[in-house]
């Protein structure tokens, strides 16, 4: 820096205008060059002197080739130190985030959620004995609710008589989705089911178009087969839809008489 507003002044104070014009351009942003003006005006004063006692007996030729090649020096070293200002983080291991956000969702806690009433579970009739000694699968998929709804275990059973309910959704995401439902007759499983896949499609598209950061398509994983995190509105990490399932839901009631629905998701 010290060298190129140093030539900067030489150019300037003997008029060489054409030197100069290639100084801004190779070192200055048009932003910048304003804030060189007054140093090329003090500058200049005092190169004056040492150019006319140390440079007299060069020839102005020879002086443009020895400028011209501390400029290149100069440029180059302040190429340098900016690439080495800027070094290179490290990077987390995708699979080793997946597994501290596991190990987070595994230990939350709803103490904060008010006094646990009810749990509601799901599990869908099935032929396969061989995989499921009582002939149940243990969850219902989120992904393709209406291929389970038919073999939903007591699927009209009115599970919650409440009026109106708020469903947390938090698992696999950074920042947690709510919202909000109303029903005259209360709820069912299978308008629960249908619901909280609806709005599980809603926050994984919303996720996608709020992201810089996108999902990688399956077929193009290669280090590893699971969802990766993006930074969208909130922050989905490890699972697509397709790996969702809905195990049970913790119904809780807060002091304010307000019903709180918090969901285990298996994947």
């Not at 985030?97 to 008010?114: H, P, R």
């Amino acid at each position: 820096m010290y060298y190129r507003n140093l030539l900067i002044a030489i150019c300037a104070s003997q008029k060489w205008t054409k030197l100069l014009k290639m100084s801004k351009t190779i070192f200055l942003k048009k932003r910048d060059w304003m804030f060189v003006y007054w140093e090329i005006q003090t500058l200049a004063a005092i190169i004056d002197i040492t150019f006319q006692k140390n440079f007299i007996f060069m020839t102005k030729s020879k002086i443009v080739n020895c400028l011209i090649f501390l400029l290149t020096i100069s440029f180059l070293s302040c190429k340098g130190q900016a690439q080495k200002a800027a070094p290179k983080q490290d990077l987390k291991d995708p699979i080793t985030i997946i597994q501290e956000n596991e190990k987070k969702s595994t230990e939350k806690q709803n103490d904060n959620l008010g006094e646990l009433i009810s749990t509601i579970s799901f599990k869908v009739k099935t032929d396969n004995k061989k995989d499921y000694e009582d002939g149940f699968i243990p969850w219902a998929s989120l992904e393709k609710p209406k291929q389970d709804i038919p073999n939903l275990y007591n699927k009209d059973e009115i599970v919650i008589k409440d009026t109106v309910i708020k469903i947390i959704i938090d698992y696999p995401l950074t920042n947690q989705y709510e919202f909000s439902l109303t029903s005259t007759n209360g709820f069912t499983r299978q308008q629960l089911l249908l619901e909280i896949s609806n709005h599980y499609f809603e926050l994984y598209d919303e996720e996608e178009k709020t992201a810089t950061i996108k999902t990688i398509p399956i077929a193009k994983r290669k280090t590893m087969y699971n969802r990766n995190q993006t930074d969208g509105k909130y922050g989905i990490w490890g699972h697509d839809i397709a790996d969702l399932v809905l195990d049970e839901i913790l119904v809780y009631k807060t002091t304010g008489g307000q019903i709180v629905l918090s969901l285990n998701i298996e994947s």
